[in-house]
């Protein structure tokens, strides 16, 4: 059962690759409408068949493991990208707009290439995570950042279109740095790759933020190592820079050798276009309607804040109360939620009493994304909190 659960996900993958290239189709075929709305057809037909696959390989895991397969950061990661995805097709038949999934599917595929990063071994559940709140408070939460998300993509298609990409300004240099931590999430990818084909490993003995001493095996060099580090296994490099207790140094070792990984794709990339990566993807987007692109990421904020709400602060409270006898602690993971359930909730705000539309919307749409993206990767992997296990 694990194994077909794995060859639906990657079926899945393979399909949203295929729908990317043909909703790409529908662009060339903008001119011709009998043309575009064929492409166009095709492009969401695939990217259903390939959502189908990937609610196979959900319940295909569910019933491997026995519980919701969102109990660590794989299965959690790869349940976002499936939300995403669904998220797009119910939001495409409202609008038929097909130059969405040329954006919304990479992302998806992105999320689900950085989540198949991490361990993908079935194992039991923590006691904490023992409960039918687990399912409710997951799955609602992921579901809400998936809707939240279309509006990140329509977002960036809107600035993609407006901004002016012939001149350098504070402008294009914001939207060149977000397309810059997308390509590092393909640079987590390649050097992630690269070590365990390397079969790269070293063991460090560590002192906790308690005192206790334990071990930490490493998949990268370690440019940032853990508290007091010792190697004691491999041929390793000793730490440049030991960090404090409270920060998990090899997940941060990660992030960093992300982030190398990103400037050398983004180096090649520029150097093969000549140009802004922003200047390149232009020309892609320039028939769209910034209104109707507007209207999207707006829609899309009315409906995924409130299942946003109900999931990552209603349910998880109540969860909360019941695992650790308080509504609220000042986790990491909780504070996040609720600066993120503030920070859209700021966004309505300026939307509904100051009128803010077009640019300044599609700005506050890419920033709320950059705040989901931060409480994954930063908040879970970086910052030791209650829910470390994810």
Do not use: C
């Amino acid at each position: 059962m694990a194994e077909l659960s794995s060859n639906l996900l990657f079926a899945a993958f393979i399909l949203y690759l295929v729908s990317t290239f043909v909703f790409a189709g529908s662009i060339k075929g903008k001119a011709d409408t009998r043309n575009y709305k064929g492409w166009a057809k095709a492009g969401i037909t695939v990217t259903i068949i390939g959502f189908v696959a990937q609610v196979g390989y959900f319940i295909t895991r569910w019933i491997a493991a026995g519980h919701a397969p969102v109990s660590n950061l794989f299965e959690f990661t790869t349940f976002f990208g499936m939300m995403l995805v669904g998220a797009f097709i119910i939001i495409y038949f409202i609008y038929k707009t097909a130059i969405l999934g040329v954006f919304t599917m990479p992302i998806a595929l992105l999320i689900i290439a950085y989540a198949s990063m991490f361990p993908r071994d079935i194992s039991p559940l923590v006691p904490s995570l023992k409960s039918h709140w687990l399912q409710i408070h997951v799955t609602t939460a992921a579901a809400g950042e998936a809707i939240l998300a279309i509006s990140f993509a329509a977002g960036m298609i809107y600035l993609l279109k407006f901004i002016d990409q012939t001149k350098a300004s504070k402008r294009t240099f914001w939207l060149e740095t977000i397309l810059f931590f997308l390509i590092s999430t393909v640079g987590f990818v390649a050097v992630t790759t690269g070590f365990s084909l390397a079969d790269y490993k070293a063991d460090y003995t560590w002192v906790n933020k308690d005192g206790a001493e334990e071990t930490a095996s490493y998949t990268m060099p370690a440019l940032f190592g853990p508290h007091e580090a010792k190697l004691t296994a491999g041929e390793g490099m000793e730490p440049l820079i030991e960090m404090p207790a409270f920060i998990n140094a090899k997940k941060f070792n990660t992030v960093i050798w992300s982030l190398i990984g990103g400037f050398v794709l983004y180096g090649i990339l520029r150097l093969i276009l000549r140009k802004r990566v922003g200047a390149a993807l232009q020309p892609l987007v320039k028939s769209v309607n910034l209104d109707l692109l507007d209207e999207v990421g707006y829609r899309s904020i009315l409906i995924g804040f409130p299942v946003f709400t109900l999931g990552a602060l209603i349910f998880a409270m109540i969860w909360a109360q019941i695992a650790w006898s308080r509504f609220w602690g000042w986790d990491p993971k909780e504070v996040w939620a609720l600066i993120t359930w503030l920070f859209y909730a700021a966004f309505l705000h300026l939307r509904f009493s100051r009128g803010w539309h077009g640019e300044k919307s599609a700005w506050l749409a890419v920033v709320g994304f950059a705040i989901i993206m931060f409480n994954l990767i930063v908040v879970n992997l970086v910052i030791a909190g209650l829910h470390s296990y994810a």
